[in-house]
Nanobody
């Protein structure tokens, strides 16, 4: 069973930054589209940003455009989510996911199409 692992969550104040890291031992990230999702209690898991296999970045959440970005280091099999200028509405549990197949320039924002997940890491932003 391949399992991704997120780290870097925590509690910060509005305006501060956090970097989340996703690792996946045994999973070659270059062969997958990698995405970051977040989920609030009782709500559906929502895709916010992803990177295709070719390295194309797609930001699906308007609320994070210009503040969040995704990057990867294929030599270390790591994906990062850099979150700047955090606001209280960013408070959520964040998950990374890997998606196989599909066009090399595409990554899906749908949680239904992801193949592998991490357990998530909590981010809390205080006013």
């Amino acid at each position: 069973q391949i399992q991704l692992s997120e780290s870097g969550g925590g509690t910060v104040r509005a305006g501060e930054s956090l970097t989340l890291t996703c690792t996946g031992p045994g999973l070659g990230f270059g062969n997958y589209a990698m995405g970051w999702f977040r989920q609030d209690p009782g709500k559906e898991r929502v895709g916010i940003i992803c990177m295709s296999r070719s390295g194309k970045i797609m930001t699906y959440s308007d609320s994070v455009k210009g503040r969040f970005t995704i990057s990867r280091d294929l030599t270390k099999n790591i994906v990062h989510l850099q979150m700047n200028d955090l606001i209280p509405d960013d408070t959520s549990k964040y998950y990374c996911a890997a998606q196989s197949g599909g066009p090399p320039d595409f990554c899906s924002p749908s949680y239904r199409t992801q193949n592998y997940w991490g357990w998530g890491t909590q981010v809390t932003v205080s006013p």
